[in-house]
């Protein structure tokens, strides 16, 4: 099938935010590591992620004379040096249940959600490469945001909406 030079512009265009969409899928799903999970994570999520993590475990950290907020501002940083990132990433890999792989890919032309925010549409490839037109599939949403400094990283993967920290944290969830 031929492209028209615009279409090719557009897809270009699309390439980073496609690409670190699926950075994140695969260093979470595939290649079950923590650390490069984190790095293709936007702070904003990282934050909520640790309080949703955190939110059993309040009376714990206070005997053990931990603030919430400092650990949660720990947690948000690219590389994250504090004693609970251990098991925090255990136990996120253990639950990245989503069977994601290899075959999977994202559905071309993302939703502009808002200035710098893509939704970003991750999907199990069919047989005959493409989605038709017409044809029902599920998909796993990936809400994705544009930071000068850092690029593309992932906003969401829980729900479809910019998520808020706080306790608790609201993750947007759509299911």
């Known amino acids: 099938m031929d492209h028209e030079p615009e279409d090719e512009a557009v897809y270009a265009a699309q390439a980073p935010v496609m690409q670190a969409a699926w950075d994140f899928a695969s260093a979470y799903w595939i ?6 999970t984190w790095r293709a994570t936007h702070p904003t999520l ?3 992620w640790a309080q949703m993590w955190m939110m059993p475990l309040l009376d714990n950290l206070r005997a053990d004379g931990l603030d919430r907020d400092e650990v949660v501002e720990a947690f948000a940083e690219d590389a994250v040096d504090h004693p609970l990132w251990e098991p925090f990433a255990r136990t996120q890999i253990q639950h990245a249940d989503l069977p994601v792989d290899e075959t999977w890919g994202a559905k071309v032309n993302p939703d502009v959600i808002a200035p710098n925010v893509m ?3 991750l999907l199990p490839v069919p047989p005959s490469g493409a989605v038709q037109p017409g044809e029902v599939y599920a998909a796993v949403p990936l809400l994705m945001q544009y930071d000068e400094d850092a690029g593309w990283r992932l906003l969401n993967f829980m ?8 306790w608790p944290p609201n ?3 759509t299911g």
Do not use: F, I, K
């Open 31 to 36: 290649d079950r590591d923590m650390q490069a």
């Open 46 to 48: 990282r934050r909520c």
């Open 119 to 121: 939704l970003v549409r």
């Open 159 to 166: 729900g479809e909406q910019t998520p808020e920290p706080g």
């Open 171 to 173: 993750l947007g969830h």
